[in-house]
């Protein structure tokens, strides 16, 4: 006979870790924003790609897409710091 959802000791460091990604989350998400709006300005009084900063751009939205993802039951694994940053490569071509 198995225990419930809520006997299991696993359930409730999810749920903690749930919530303190929650929290995360909020946080990244200003973050987010804010360098979306200095790539948007950067692009606007710019001819030149801010390459570096949509490097920054893009691992932000791939840690964010690894917290939903957690969040959301769909991965076990937690995301940053307890696995690598998420690397995205400088396009030398763009």
């Known amino acids: 006979m198995s225990k419930?959802?809520?006997?299991?000791?696993?359930?409730?460091f999810r749920l903690i870790?749930?919530?303190?990604?929650?929290?995360?989350l909020n946080i990244v998400m200003s973050v987010f924003g804010i360098l979306l709006v200095i790539v948007s300005l950067v692009?606007?009084?710019?001819?030149h790609e801010p390459k570096t900063l949509s490097v920054w751009l893009k691992s932000v939205t791939a840690f964010i897409q690894q917290i939903f993802?957690?969040?959301?039951?769909a991965e076990e694994e937690k995301p940053f710091p307890f696995q690598p940053w998420p690397q995205e490569e400088i396009d030398e071509d763009a």
Do not use: C, E, N, R
Request: glycine share 12%.
């Open 17 to 24: 870790f749930m919530l303190v990604y929650w929290v995360v």
């Open 69 to 73: 993802l957690f969040l959301s039951f």
């Open 4 to 12: 419930p959802g809520y006997a299991d000791q696993g359930f409730w």
């Open 43 to 47: 692009k606007l009084g710019s001819k």
